[in-house]
């Protein structure tokens, strides 16, 4: 089926075949490419504006409520739990749904749920208002994981050479998005009350359904044969799964602990918070696309990418207290310096998981198409979504017991562990590979001679 936006006639209906000649592809390719990136920008950079919206001010709106401490932090957490099996499922079944058809839908229910989220005040306070915060923000889980899923699996199929370098340049978005969204919803929400910020996040959002409608291409294949089980299973895509949990979970750990440190040990003014967290995003944000390129250019280095920088996390953790064991002095500018180190180091082990999940299907005998990008994508949200949940919900544990020092120390022992386990596979790995390349070679050789010897009679 062509897409709206083809006015240059009928396509091949399967995606998964060869394209024909690229001389009579290649403008229509180029065309659908930039399409293709004008859509995921724009859900990364809404999407993550949506999520990250509520910080500065729902807490205190909820308490008016009647909500308790524990049930906004289940709000809030909800979100990273549903998120999960929403990503599974839609990455199972994404060629059954439709990739265009999820992306655009998701992107609908996104925007719709977010307005609703604006009139939310306007509920009974007590259980009523409780049972609707957890039904929208449900909602909107699983309305973020289908375009999200959709996405990147869309991305995967129009830059199949160039996967890191794309998806590294659209984190940019979704760290703006990030940046962005809670000063702009506090602004909006001291100058014009709750309603407003929601809605018209909202609906801008919605606007964007019928853009993506008209330029999303149209991508179709038959449905796999394989499962998230079977993908799973694969030790190298299992190692890379506790690789993925860990650095969410690092992202998660800050989000209910390091606004708290930050204000009880150096006494900053609330405003000034934000701007702590601003290093890590920023730097993230900026130094994904060249991590991204840096993947594709020589995929040789995207493994030691992923290991290196999962131990520099590890060592960032440990320095963020600093750990006490380190007996070194906690000042401010070694915070905000950590922070940039981490928002860099972070991005180089997670633009690479992506690509190497991919060409460890690949090498498995999955096949190459939207069936297999389908569920590699799922996987990677799932996997983020435990690590999301996992991260703020045992960060905010530890803090109260044991301290911000130790609990961030412990978090980086998580990912001192991920990269030593990831950088020990990547070894035997290469070590089997040269023992196999050795007997092949010697089988090579006695063959030779077995071909040779009765000429030689």
């Known amino acids: 089926m062509d897409s709206p936006a083809d006015p240059e006639g009928p396509r091949p209906s399967r995606g998964d075949g060869p394209s024909g000649g690229a001389r009579e592809t290649s403008r229509r390719l180029s065309r659908e490419q930039v399409f293709v990136l004008i859509s995921a920008a724009s859900i990364n950079l809404g999407s993550m504006m949506c999520y990250s919206i509520l910080g500065p001010f729902f807490p205190k709106e909820a308490e008016k409520k009647g909500a308790s401490n524990t049930v906004i932090g289940m709000i809030f957490g909800c979100y990273a739990l549903f998120n999960l099996m929403a990503s599974l499922v839609f990455g199972k079944y994404l060629v059954h749904i439709g990739a265009k058809f999820m992306f655009v839908a998701g992107m609908f229910v996104s925007g719709g749920v977010t307005v609703l989220f604006g009139v939310l005040d306007q509920v009974p306070e007590g259980p009523m208002f409780i049972a609707m915060c957890f039904l929208v923000r449900i909602t909107d889980a699983i309305s973020f994981a289908a375009a999200i899923t959709a996405s990147s699996s869309i991305l995967a199929k129009a ?46 959002v919605l606007l964007m359904v019928p853009l993506n409608m008209c330029i999303l291409p149209n991508y179709e294949s038959d449905p796999g044969k394989h499962s998230f089980w079977k993908l799973i299973i694969l030790p190298k895509v299992a190692f890379i799964s506790f690789v993925i949990t860990s650095l969410s979970s690092g992202f998660g750990f800050l989000d209910p602990t390091l606004s708290l440190f930050v204000l009880e040990k150096f006494n900053l003014p609330a405003g000034y918070v934000g701007l702590v967290f601003l290093g890590l995003a920023l730097s993230y944000a900026i130094s994904s696309p060249l991590v991204g390129l840096l993947s594709d250019k020589m995929p040789h280095l995207r493994k030691w990418l992923l290991v290196f920088g999962n131990l520099i996390t590890a060592g960032c953790y440990m320095l963020l207290g600093p750990a006490p064991f380190l007996h070194i002095k906690s000042q401010l500018w070694l915070l905000v310096l950590i922070l940039v180190i ?38 990677f949200g799932a996997l983020w ?73």
């Open 159 to 204: 830059f199949p050479n160039n996967v890191a370098t794309v998806m590294g340049s659209l984190e940019t978005f979704s760290g703006l998005g990030l940046v962005l969204g809670p000063p702009l919803g506090g602004f909006l929400y001291q100058s014009f009350g709750y309603e407003v910020p929601f809605i018209l996040l909202g609906c801008i």
């Open 342 to 379: 981490n928002g860099v180091s972070a991005g180089m082990s997670l633009i690479s998981t992506f690509p190497e999940i991919l060409s460890c299907a690949h090498e498995n005998g999955f096949e190459e198409g939207l069936s297999t990008l389908g569920l590699v994508s799922g996987l």
């Open 385 to 457: 979504s435990v690590g999301a949940f996992v991260g703020p919900t045992l960060g905010g544990f530890l803090y109260e017991k044991i301290g911000f020092e130790w609990a961030a120390a412990l978090q980086g022992l998580w990912a001192l562990t991920s990269g030593l386990v990831m950088g020990l596979f990547y070894l035997l790995e290469h070590s089997r590979r040269r023992r196999r390349s050795k007997l092949q070679n010697i089988l090579g050789t006695e063959e030779e001679r077995t071909t040779l010897l009765p000429d030689e009679t």
